[in-house]
């Protein structure tokens, strides 16, 4: 057991699905993240002292709080025999789609597992993890988990034994990211989606997620550009962000490897060469600041490196 008092812990935000890999695909996103300090405290179990950042109305019990319900698997499981107390400053704007419940709840495992002696691999807080996302989304997934924890692009194969792959990512090929300032609750991006998938959509889903899976292990930009196409869930969700089919339109336009919803939106993002990339995030821009959107924008690598410490006493 270690003597640490308290541990910090940084989780970057993630864009899920990645077009193709519904529920199972995902990249980290460094350039934003939550933060989660976890103390020792005299009360039992887990409570949660604050949330700060660009949290808006996020609940303190920590059984409805996606890092508190995180926390609370690892404490049951690992039963340290004293109580934990948590910190949470939200660096990612709730409603956005680019997995900010799922950093808190990483931040919350990886920070509360370095202060008793980080006795749990990656796997298991993937499992804990997964616990807090649910309280979010109502629904076990891991395509934001999975790259917020791991770093990178990952897939994840599994629920109850995930199998979790990071993808290599061609060299000079970065993400051009655009999220416009508006909520969209992910239960009711889930909510609408059909429970039903045509045999053509299924064999044109499978073929794209296929073609950019061996894309990427292969270098080969074409096979990623021609296989970067949502046909089951981007049709049924673009309607919920006004000017999607117009930035997605710019965006292949400007050079894209390809162009979709971050997650349950209403960020979008982009894949695109390094050369090209401000040239494909100016494109995107243009259409959403024409509807008068305020935007914040990122163009990031694709080879980070995950949750981590970075903090302790
Ligand atoms: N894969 C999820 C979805 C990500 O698209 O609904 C949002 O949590």
Same mark, same amino acid.
């Given at each position: 057991?270690?003597?640490?008092?308290?541990?910090?812990?940084?989780?970057?935000?993630?864009?899920?699905?990645?077009?193709?890999?519904?529920?199972?695909?995902?990249?980290?996103?460094?350039?934003?993240?939550?933060?989660?300090?976890?103390?020792?405290?005299?009360?039992?179990?887990?409570?949660?002292?604050?949330?700060?950042?660009?949290?808006?109305?996020?609940?303190?019990?920590?059984?409805?709080?996606?890092?508190?319900?995180?926390?609370?698997?690892?404490?049951?499981?690992?039963?340290?025999?004293?109580?934990?107390?948590?910190?949470?400053?939200?660096?990612?704007? #709730?409603?956005? +789609?680019? &997995?900010?419940?799922? /950093?808190? *709840?990483? =931040? %919350?495992?990886?920070? !509360?597992n370095e202060l008793l002696g980080a006795p749990c691999e990656k796997l298991e807080l993937l499992k804990f993890a997964m616990q807090g996302e649910a309280v979010?989304?109502?629904?076990?997934?891991?395509?934001?988990?999975?790259?917020?924890?791991?770093?990178?692009?990952?897939?994840?194969?599994?629920?109850?034994?995930?199998?979790?792959?990071?993808?290599?990512?061609?060299?000079?090929?970065?993400?051009?990211?655009?999220?416009?300032?508006?909520?969209?609750?992910?239960?009711?991006?889930?909510?609408?989606?059909?429970?039903?998938?045509?045999?053509?959509?299924?064999?044109?889903?499978?073929?794209?997620?296929?073609?950019?899976?061996?894309?990427?292990?292969?270098?080969?930009?074409?096979?990623?550009?021609?296989?970067?196409?949502?046909?089951?869930?981007?049709?049924?969700?673009?309607? #919920?962000?006004? +000017?999607? &089919?117009?930035?997605? /339109?710019? *965006?292949? =336009? %400007?050079?894209?490897? !390809?162009?979709?919803?971050?997650?349950?939106?209403?960020?979008?993002?982009?894949?695109?060469?390094?050369?090209?990339?401000?040239?494909?995030?100016?494109?995107?821009?243009?259409?959403?600041a024409a509807g008068g959107a305020a935007l914040d924008e990122w163009v990031v690598g694709l080879q980070g490196e995950g949750a981590r410490v970075v903090a302790?006493?």
């Open positions: 057991m270690s003597a640490l008092q308290w541990a910090t812990a940084f989780a970057p935000a993630s864009v899920g699905n990645v077009a193709i890999g519904f529920d199972i695909l995902g990249f980290a996103v460094d350039a934003l993240g939550d933060r989660v300090t976890v103390s020792r405290s005299e009360r039992p179990g887990v409570t949660i002292s604050s949330v700060t950042g660009i949290a808006g109305e996020l609940p303190t019990d920590p059984k409805h709080n996606t890092a508190g319900r995180a926390l609370l698997a690892l404490h049951e499981t690992l039963a340290p025999g004293f109580g934990l107390e948590m910190r949470i400053e939200k660096g990612i704007p #709730l409603g956005s +789609g680019l &997995g900010g419940s799922a /950093a808190s *709840a990483v =931040a %919350a495992v990886v920070a !509360g979010a989304s109502g629904s076990l997934h891991v395509d934001n988990i999975s790259p917020s924890l791991f770093g990178g692009l990952v897939l994840t194969v599994g629920i109850e034994q995930p199998r979790v792959k990071r993808i290599p990512v061609p060299k000079g090929v970065c993400a051009v990211i655009v999220h416009p300032h508006m909520f969209l609750a992910t239960r009711q991006a889930r909510a609408i989606l059909k429970r039903e998938v045509t045999l053509s959509d299924f064999v044109w889903q499978t073929a794209n997620l296929a073609g950019f899976i061996s894309g990427c292990y292969t270098d080969d930009l074409d096979m990623i550009r021609a296989s970067f196409e949502d046909v089951v869930i981007e049709p049924q969700r673009q309607a #919920l962000i006004p +000017g999607f &089919g117009e930035v997605r /339109a710019a *965006a292949m =336009a %400007a050079g894209a490897l !390809g162009c979709s919803i971050s997650g349950a939106g209403p960020t979008l993002f982009a894949w695109a060469l390094e050369t090209q990339a401000h040239a494909v995030l100016a494109a995107m821009r243009a259409p959403l302790s006493g």
